[in-house]
């Protein structure tokens, strides 16, 4: 008989993070809002259906994608950290691995810093984070995403990706970022197999044990296509939801989704039959 995980206290606050992919290859929408005014004008309609936060990405980290040069990815994202600085009304994200990108979009208006590298990127990432006001999401991968879905093997992958997450969190302090200032996310299809994906969102209280809150990004992965039929990316609506209820039960504080005002609905539901 499994233990369903209920939410800690009143059924705990949860925030929605909306994707903004500024890319013309990303896995799920790639080209969809390559152009400025139209990533602009996605990150509106997602803040209309509810998302908390916005999360604004110029590079590709999908399982095989090339990296972007540093020009270009500011290119692709600056203009619209700008306008949805001066628009959103919500917190902006910058989703880079370059410190020097990162640097831009905070002074252009970004608050939160989501490096899927946990800051191992480039040599100054520590350093670049300790002089930035913002914060900062610490997120496991194993591997470059050119190569990350090989074949990666884990021991006990929850414990292996809490204690990565740890020493990222000790490296933090030691560089004199706050602890309050991170946030820590297990890297969903980031150097993982659909089990390691499955674990990891059985076993995201451990994550939380970290005292730190926990992003989880499982939106429209390919995990889910491979425990049903193996459509598209934007067929995994079902599949993104169930998974993020189960991560919310399990001790997620922020969702990274496509769907917002699905994920929105899901979650009122399922916070009103905790209630119940
Ligand atoms: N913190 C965090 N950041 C992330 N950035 C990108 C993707 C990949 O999803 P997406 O942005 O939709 O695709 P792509 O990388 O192809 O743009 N997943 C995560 C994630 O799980 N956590």
């Known amino acids: 008989m499994t233990t369903i ?9 949860v925030r929605i993070m909306g994707i903004v992919n500024v890319t013309p290859d990303s896995f799920s929408d790639g080209g969809r809002y390559f152009d400025a005014q139209a990533a602009i004008a996605h990150g509106l309609k997602l803040v209309e259906e509810g998302a908390d936060i916005l999360d604004i990405g110029g590079e590709s980290t999908r399982p095989g994608a090339e990296p972007v040069e540093e020009a270009e990815e500011r290119a692709r994202v600056l203009p619209v950290i700008e306008a949805l600085a001066a628009r959103a009304g919500v917190p902006l994200s910058i989703d880079t691995r370059k410190p020097a990108v990162a640097r831009a979009a905070v002074k252009a208006g970004a608050a939160i810093w989501n490096d899927v590298s946990a800051l191992t990127y480039a040599p100054d990432s520590l350093e670049t984070a300790a002089a930035l006001d913002c914060r900062i999401v610490l997120m496991h991968a194993q591997g470059d995403p050119r190569i990350m879905q090989n074949n990666p093997r884990y021991d006990d992958v929850v414990g292996e990706v809490r204690a990565f997450l740890e020493a990222r969190i ?28 499955l674990a990891l969102i059985a076993g995201l209280d451990r994550i939380a044990g970290l005292g730190r809150p926990v992003l989880l990004g499982v939106s429209r992965k390919r995990f889910i296509a491979a425990l049903d039929r193996d459509g598209p990316a934007d067929a995994r609506l079902g599949g993104s939801l169930a998974a993020a209820l189960e991560g919310w039960r399990r001790g997620a504080a922020i969702l990274r989704v496509h769907d917002v005002a699905a994920t929105r609905q899901a979650l009122a539901v399922a916070r009103a039959l905790f209630q119940a």
């Open 5 to 13: 995980r209920h939410p800690p206290s009143a059924v705990r606050p």
């Open 170 to 197: 000790e490296a933090c302090l030691a560089a004199g970022i706050d602890r309050a200032r991170l946030i820590v996310d297990p890297g969903i299809g980031f150097g993982k197999t659909v089990a390691h994906n």
